[in-house]
């Protein structure tokens, strides 16, 4: 099997990260690793993390709430395997589904796998939110017009690279502008991307849920910015 590296950005999120390292470690083998980075939380998982003693998991400390950006770009200045995964912390997206993210690397020419809400599969979503999923569909054809892709979900907190691929660009947002700027640069390097089917059990504000209306307004200026001005 591939080996892997889970990145999980985390802020502020103590009722949901002792779940999620163990869906993730229960979806995992041996010679695959874990990179958690703390941005900065106040809520006591800075602390919960910093119990931890495991050999397959790193843990990095952001003094202060940079963004889930800088904490991507953290994770990934440390050793990764051969496929790195995003996981949000946050329990909207199961590590069940690294099964169906890492397929396409195995069995085709895949270099970027997106794991996409709106396509037809076998799993489940939560049905809510329905600006949000408008907003999501916006977002996504705009950053369709500019790449030429025909991507269902952008904004899928499931992204997943081979190492050479995610390494090959040089990232600068420090928040959820990540997402489109991720996928503009890859695009434009002419990286083979790939969607695939996911679950997804999205989370209400009342529940924690924190990109809001300036993300999406971040995202679009994000995605004219990597478009138009950048390499």
Not at 78 to 94: C, F, G, P, R, T
Not at 150 to 176: P, Q, V, W
């Amino acid at each position: 099997m591939i080996s892997k590296t889970i990145i999980i950005p985390c802020f502020n999120e103590i009722n949901t990260i002792a779940e999620i390292i163990n869906r993730v470690e229960a979806n995992i083998a041996n010679k695959d690793n874990i990179i958690i980075v703390d941005d900065g939380s106040t809520d006591g998982t800075k602390e919960y993390l910093s119990e931890i003693k495991r050999e397959n998991i790193l843990i990095k400390f952001h003094e202060n709430n940079y963004g889930k950006g800088v904490a991507i770009q953290t994770a990934l200045k440390n050793e990764l395997n051969k496929i790195v995964i995003i996981q949000d912390a946050d329990l909207e997206y199961n590590p069940k589904d690294f099964k169906f993210l890492i397929k396409p690397f195995i069995e085709t020419n895949a270099e970027v796998v997106y794991g996409s809400r709106f396509i037809g599969n076998n799993n489940y979503t939560r049905i809510h939110l329905f600006w949000h999923y408008i907003a999501n569909k916006i977002l996504t054809f705009i950053c369709n017009v500019f790449t030429n892709l025909n991507m269902t979900d952008m904004e899928t907190g499931y992204k997943c690279f081979r190492k050479e691929a995610i390494l090959a660009i040089d990232l600068k947002e420090k928040s959820f502008g990540i997402e489109p700027e991720i996928t503009i640069k890859l695009a434009k390097k002419k990286f083979i991307f790939y969607e695939v089917p996911i679950s997804y059990a999205g989370r209400s504000y009342s529940e924690g849920k924190k990109i809001g209306l300036k993300d999406a307004f971040r995202a679009i200026f994000s995605i004219i910015k990597y478009s138009l001005f950048s390499k």
